[in-house]
């Protein structure tokens, strides 16, 4: 069978060289007698409109070809008109770059095969803030609709603010003063989710966008304003086995020999809900003079999402709530030790109800003036972001009573397919499963709180350059002061029952029966979660407790970052160059306030505040160079020196500590306020062969030398002494230390990272005109790191205790999009692969941790067809898109494949909709 992946890159290398050839010919063919033929057509093809998809690829390769820097771009088709369903998606198709999927959507993206975290993302280049616990933003947040294009930094630049250390991810909104005339779009599309109804969700969903563009006629004042509304489904079949895989003791489980790779549990759940998003995007621009330009910029999302996940859940550990011993009979283990199957006998299984209501919203305000001062252009920007996300996470248990009533449980853990859990029992019946104290308690809560703030001013100045600097065109001079504070608080506590006892869940809370056949279990009820709780229990969330006194944190950053940039445009020899040579300056001034127990105080007094921080300055020098070369050739050469500020929960002043009353020795863990940044060498090396406007095929290579790298590990030697202050040790306890083991994210030592990128655009009309309307865009990325990680104590149970690869970094990515547009009528295809990586998400205790992601192939394709004015239907066009057309599943491992964790599927997602452009 032939390698899809290969084929791929076969295909973007072969078109190359194909069309390159072609050209050549082409090019040769003009020099003899028809050399006038292809000037006429060049003439009457100038007086053809492109729309459509073409439009978007064209204006792209414009922004790209046009750079001084190495970039990706995707432009609008049309206003109000992007290729994806989702912004992040649009951006997973650009080469270098992949997503990462949370609860179907992609969410949060890796340029260059390192964590979304060493990437920054603008809004019409201003910093934007984040909704998650870090930096990288979740694009899912913002509408596609009101993005008109992104551009996609690669290398740095010494006047581009706030760049990250693989890339800069600058989303824009329209200018509307750039319209030669009104213009808007409406546009309603309904959504179905293939896994359809269940319990109190529908599979059905729509989405509904406005957008209207004008200016006055003297182009002295411009306006435009858009709204996106969408409510999507949540759809989510689910088996998950526990962590940690371990290899198990002799006798600890009867029926399965010692040494064995084996899971504490196996859960199915199906979850169901909806994500409804508004989003508004609104410009003023004001230009009553040659003089002077205002531009004011308002952006605004609020999305509420809703789920309720309804789990069936078996312990196959050593405890079972002290109903016996739990025996496994039959055990199957595979060649490589790991325990693949078998009966679980006695074993207690419950019905887990579990809610989240989560609520993000993003306000940002950004006022620019620019001023032409004869020769001198001056620039001043005011902006200002914040996010705040809230969040309640209910969970309550239910078993089968009177107890204890004990099952046996088939297993067969599968990696490729859902892993099957069967039981004899029957736990469909609402009435016989009754809320209880569980081997986990009766439930449990959390409601965290999120909140990013970002105040930035920015002054920039443009200077011609002397005369006697022919090479030189101008020098840029700039300073940006940026303010951002990051919070997070973590309320927590047990749901326990009511004065009422154990209790079945009444009939006017229950929704009905999930299936959950997929996993073999068959029937379960789904009830009202945050209802039951407050009928029947109670929730008490606090943050004073030991264990969450660390949940709660505030970092605070203030950075000043000058900057000097000289740009040219000269010839070396025969070979015109252009480019800039520049050097950024950054003062970084960061500190973090938070809380820490401190048992050795008198009940009362254990929680105590705690600032620290540190200060440093950085000098990054960058250079950019482009060579026009003949036949329309680009090579472009960058070097750079970069870095990429540590994560905020990295930078939390948050600790935990303690003595070992038998040695003496203090010990601890938390966040680290004095890291230094991540700080890199990088060189790029581009070749790039344009086609005119329509096409071009590109190879790039890029390196970077990471001299640091920031790890979680535990290190000796750590000074307690400002902890141990109050400290008195037992009358029969050794004298105390005053340094012991802190394990916290310190700076260390980093690596090489190195890639490879193959790109071709390519209409197929360049080939034969019998091909007008077909086209490809196809990329290829290669990546590879000698970095290793030692893996963060929480993520040892998923990934293991042996160094690790980079998270995000997938070895490959490929990209394909295969497309017609003829006559109106639109039709295309898109598949975007990655092969494993290691992925960060999220756990119950809201914590980063890593697993082992398996690479994904996702297709998606749409059809649409655009009436014309002759028809007297001008302006409307109908469309439907397919999301994720094979299916396929998000599936994640410890270690090896044959140990499986998560295997989730999010089903297809339809769409039918109109757009009318008036």
Known sequence: MLNPQR??????????????????????????DTAETPQAEAAELDTIVVRGIRRGIESAISVKRESTSIVEAISSEDIGKLPDVSIAESLARLPGLSAQRVAGRAQVISVRGLSPDFSTTLLNGREMVSTGDNRSVEFDQYPSE???????????????????????????????????????????????????????????????????????????????????????????????????????????????????????????????????????MMTLQFRPSNVWTSTLDLFHSQA???????????????????????????????????????????????VRGMYNQREDEINAFGWNNAFNLGAVELNTDVSYSKTERDEIVLENNTQLLPAPQLDSVALEFRSDDFSQLVPNRDYSDPGSLYLTNTIYGSGYGKTPRVEDELRAFRVDASIPAPEAAAWL?????????????????????????????????????????????????????????????????????????????????????????????????????????????????????????????????????NVQPITRGKSYTEVLPSMNLAFSLTSDQTLRVALAEQIARPRVDELRASLEFGVNTATGEPGGSGGNPELDPWRAYAFDLSY?????????????????????????????????????????????????????????????????????????????????????????????????SDITIPPPPNAQSSVGSENVMLPGLSKRVYNLTA??????????????????????????DGDRTLR??????????????????????GGLSVLLQASNITDESYRTYAGTRD????????????LLGVNYRF
């Open 7 to 32: 084929n791929l890159l076969s295909l973007a290398l072969a078109s190359a060289i194909t069309l390159a050839a072609a050209q050549a010919d082409a090019q040769d063919a003009q020099t003899g």
């Open 146 to 280: 009101l993005i008109s294009g992104v551009t996609v930094y690669k290398t740095p630049d010494a006047g581009l603010v706030g760049q990250g250390l693989t890339g800069t991810l600058d989303m824009q909104t329209v200018r509307p003063l750039s319209f030669d005339e009104p213009t808007g779009v409406v546009s309603v599309r309904g959504q179905h989710n293939s896994l359809g109804n269940a319990a109190d969700a529908s599979g059905y969903g729509e989405r509904i966008n406005a957008s209207y563009i004008t200016r006055s006629e003297d182009r002295r004042f411009g306006f435009s304003i858009g709204y996106s509304h969408s409510n999507t489904p949540i759809q989510e079949n689910q088996v998950g086995l526990y962590e940690p895989w371990q290899a198990i003791g002799d006798g600890w489980r009867p029926g399965v020999p010692a040494g064995t790779f084996y899971s504490d549990g196996i859960k199915a759940l199906r979850r169901t809900g909806n994500t409804e998003r508004d989003g508004v």
């Open 304 to 350: 509420d999402q809703v789920s309720t996940a309804n789990q069936f859940e078996v312990h196959i550990g050593d405890y079972n709530g002290g109903y016996g011993r739990l025996e496994v009979t039959n055990p199957v283990i595979n060649a490589d030790g790991t325990f693949t199957g078998g009966v679980a006998n006695n074993v207690y299984p419950l």
């Open 473 to 605: 065109i101008d020098f840029d001079l700039g300073l940006n002061y940026a303010d951002r504070k990051k919070s997070k608080w973590q309320p927590e506590g047990n749901i326990n029952l009511g004065a009422q006892g154990d209790t079945p869940i009444a009939d006017d809370l229950q929704y009905g029966l999930v299936d959950l056949g997929f996993a073999g279990v068959g029937m379960i009820p789904s009830w009202n979660v945050p209802e039951a709780v407050a009928r029947y229990m109670s929730f008490i969330p606090v943050d004073n407790l030991s264990y969450l006194i660390p949940k709660a944190w505030r970092v605070d950053e203030e950075i000043a970052t000058g900057y000097a940039r000289a740009n040219l445009d000269t010839q070396w020899g025969s070979v015109p160059v252009r480019g800039n040579v520049g050097v950024q300056v950054q003062r970084v001034d960061q500190s973090s306030t938070s809380r820490y127990w401190d048992a050795t105080l008198p009940e009362g007094q």
């Open 688 to 784: 790039e062969k344009y086609f005119g406007q329509r096409a071009y095929v590109s190879a790039a290579f890029y390196y970077k030398d990471l001299r640091t790298y920031i790890y979680t590990e535990a290190r000796d030697g750590y000074d307690f002494s400002d902890l141990l202050v109050d400290y008195v040790p037992g009358p029969n306890e050794p004298p105390t230390q005053t340094t012991g083991r802190f394990t916290a994210p310190y700076n260390g030592e980093g690596g090489s990272l190195r890639g490879l990128e193959l790109t071709a655009s390519l209409p197929l009309d360049l080939f034969t005109p019998a091909l007008t309307g077909f086209g490809i865009v196809a990329s290829a990325s290669f990546n590879d």
């Open 819 to 844: 497309y017609y547009e003829r006559g109106g009528f639109e039709a295309r295809v898109s598949q975007r692969r990655r092969s494993d990586f290691i992925g960060e998400i999220g756990n119950f």
């Open 852 to 873: 082992y992601v398996v690479g994904e192939n996702i297709t998606d394709a749409q059809i649409s067809y655009a009436f014309g004015d002759e028809t007297g239907l």
């Open 899 to 910: 140990r499986p964790l998560e295997h989730i599927e999010w089903g297809r997602t339809w």
